[in-house]
């Protein structure tokens, strides 16, 4: 007990970090909770509110905007909390170090939360390639130069 009130700043960086860290690891290997709205169910709303507004327009009366509701999306609100306990690890890592405290604790801190938002990143990039590949497929498809 008394080596976490030593090392107050590392130990809390380093638990804030592993909490975003298997936070971030669930939400990818679990998620999305919050699925994206399907290509009928968007086309099915469009054509409703033309239906509504041409009906209204003959009628004479006054076409009113829908209102949406945004509902809360959990799948953004995960990502920017992880990315927020992943930063505010690495900040308690930084004053840790300048508070001179257990080097391991500072490690663990720099190492989660580095590992968190390296995790971001990679996941990022990985799905920019495969939309570059994907767009150049289509490309090439196009243009009649496909992979047959």
């Known amino acids: 007990m008394n080596a ?5 700043w590392s ?13 971030g690891i669930f939400h990818f290997s679990v998620g999305p909770f919050h699925p994206a709205p399907t290509l009928e169910g968007v086309v099915a709303r469009e054509v409703s509110a033309i239906k509504k507004g041409i009906i209204a327009g003959l009628k004479g009366e006054e076409v009113s905007e829908p209102v949406h509701h945004q509902r809360l999306d959990v799948d953004k ?10 930063i505010v690890a690495l900040i308690c890592a930084f004053i840790g170090g300048l508070r001179k405290e257990n080097h391991w604790g500072i490690s663990g801190a720099l190492f989660f939360g ?8 990679l996941i990022f990039g990985i799905g920019l390639v495969c939309g570059i590949i994907l767009l150049l497929l289509i490309f ?9």
Not at 4 to 8: F, G, I, V
Not at 77 to 86: E, K
Not at 140 to 148: A, F, H, K, R
């Open 4 to 8: 976490l009130k030593q090392n107050r």
């Open 11 to 23: 130990s809390t960086g380093t638990i804030l970090g592993a909490i975003a860290l298997i936070l």
């Open 77 to 86: 609100i995960l990502d920017n909390a992880g990315t927020a306990l992943a």
């Open 114 to 121: 580095g590992a968190t938002l390296a995790f971001h990143v």
């Open 140 to 148: 090439s498809w196009l243009n009649g130069t496909g992979l047959g």
